[in-house]
């Protein structure tokens, strides 16, 4: 018999993509299930960026790229670093990945060794406590509850670090409670951060442009830090381009380095036709984003106001990304039907199958009192998924 390594066995299926599984499933079978578990941009890919990709095909970029990306791609985002966040990486800091996933996973793997500890806020990004495992790295988790804006403190952060950390892994705008982490407090993590230069900070920034907050700060903008902190981004939310699969890093030029070599044995370079839209969308006026960025912020007062109508759920107001992540844990214990609520992962399946709507268990973001709601879809389909969850949510008693 074949036997699957130990590595695997302590992986978890990823619960955003297990449930779209489900989900298509569900809907093979007929049913109405409205979805709202994957955080994918409903718009399409801005046409400029799709005349740049046939641009590529018709000039015959089809063949192998450089592992790192190509170099008119890097000075574009070394120029999109300096334009947007004020931060200056040169060319041979930058990397490019199959997707920002990638960025991280070589992060990791490329300074992490077994026992290392890796700092998380929770809630967290379901795979960042998952890449770390594959690293042989321990996930130390800091809870930060919806009370608090799910945003850690500096002395959270200082009471955390041990002689083992080697490691942060943090996102602003964050998946999945769209919390935003303003300058102010970023600073105050910088100066805890400074106090440890042998630690790493990833700081994930893929939704930088979906902001409700004003200017998108970045942890690198702090001199004291800046040797520390590795940068990533990519094109998959601001830009709508899921399925182009492009991220990259901004970071110290040996971690660069390491990524470099490591992403050289695992996939080498990024799709060609992907990396020269990529310019385009990189060269752009993030300006351009308003009516999106806009309509995502109707779509979050939209869904808030209708879960401020169903009693038992907790909210706060996120300022970024498009998700919400309210807090259900006062209906732990409720039943319906023969059916009684006991987790979070429970009632997503309860709603799931008696709202046909399909939302993400907190459990896998790090916080067991809460669901993931995301908006990335029309108001008109999110008016009707909110009013099936309401239906289904005063059934439970």
């Given at each position: 018999m074949i036997k699957l390594s130990k590595r695997l066995e302590a992986m978890e299926e990823s619960a955003t993509l297990a449930m779209s599984r489900i989900s298509r499933e569900l809907k093979a079978q007929g049913k109405d299930i409205i979805s709202l578990s994957l955080g994918e941009p409903d718009f399409h890919t801005p046409g400029f960026i799709k005349q740049a990709a046939v641009e590529a095909m018709e000039q015959n970029y089809?063949?192998?790229?450089?592992?790192?990306?190509?170099?008119?791609?890097?000075e574009a985002i070394s120029m999109k670093f300096r334009r947007d966040n004020n931060l200056s990486y040169g060319k041979d800091q930058i990397v490019v990945s199959t997707g920002a996933k990638q960025s991280i996973a070589n992060v990791v793997l490329s300074c992490i060794d077994p026992g290392d500890e890796v700092i998380i806020p929770a809630p967290y990004w379901v795979s960042y406590v998952e890449i770390v495992k594959v690293s042989e790295g321990v996930p130390v988790i800091i809870e930060a509850g919806?009370?608090?804006?799910?945003?850690?403190?500096?002395?959270?952060?200082e009471a955390a670090v041990t002689p083992k950390s080697k490691m942060i892994i943090f996102s602003t705008p964050c998946n999945p409670t769209g919390s935003v982490y303003s300058k102010?407090?970023?600073?105050?993590?910088?100066?805890?951060?400074?106090?440890?230069?042998?630690?790493?900070?990833?700081?994930?920034?893929i939704y930088e442009h979906i902001n409700f907050a004003g200017k998108h700060a970045s942890l690198a903008q702090f001199p004291e830090v800046y040797e520390?902190?590795?940068?990533?981004?990519?094109?998959?939310?601001?830009?709508?381009m899921t399925?182009?699969?492009?991220?990259?890093?901004?970071?110290?030029?040996?971690?660069?380095?390491?990524?470099?070599?490591?992403?050289?044995?695992?996939?080498?370079?990024?799709?060609?036709?992907?990396q020269r839209a990529s310019i385009a969308a990189m060269k752009a006026d993030p300006s351009v984003l308003k009516d999106m960025i806009t309509a995502f912020k109707g779509r979050r007062d939209l869904v808030l106001a209708a879960l401020n109508d169903m009693p038992g759920v907790k909210t706060n107001v996120p300022q970024g990304a498009f998700y919400v992540f309210p807090d259900i844990s006062s209906f732990f214990g409720k039943s319906?039907?023969?059916?009684?609520?006991?987790?979070?992962?429970?009632?997503?399946?309860?709603?799931?199958?008696?709202?046909?709507?399909?939302?993400?268990?907190?459990?896998?973001?790090?916080?067991p009192n809460c669901i993931r709601i995301s908006y990335a879809a029309s108001e008109e389909t999110l008016s009707k998924a909110m009013a099936r969850v309401k239906e289904a949510l005063a059934k439970l008693n």
């Open positions: 089809t063949t192998y790229t450089p592992v790192s990306g190509y170099d008119d791609l890097r919806i009370d608090t804006d799910f945003k850690i403190t500096a002395a959270q952060l102010e407090e970023l600073a105050a993590l910088a100066q805890v951060i400074a106090k440890y230069p042998h630690i790493v900070v990833i700081a994930d920034e520390q902190v590795v940068t990533v981004n990519g094109v998959s939310k601001a830009w709508a399925g182009w699969r492009l991220g990259y890093v901004g970071a110290p030029k040996a971690i660069a380095d390491a990524c470099n070599k490591i992403q050289g044995q695992f996939t080498s370079g990024t799709c060609s036709i992907t319906y039907n023969g059916t009684t609520i006991h987790t979070a992962e429970d009632l997503c399946l309860y709603l799931l199958s008696e709202a046909l709507v399909a939302l993400v268990t907190g459990e896998a973001f790090g916080d």
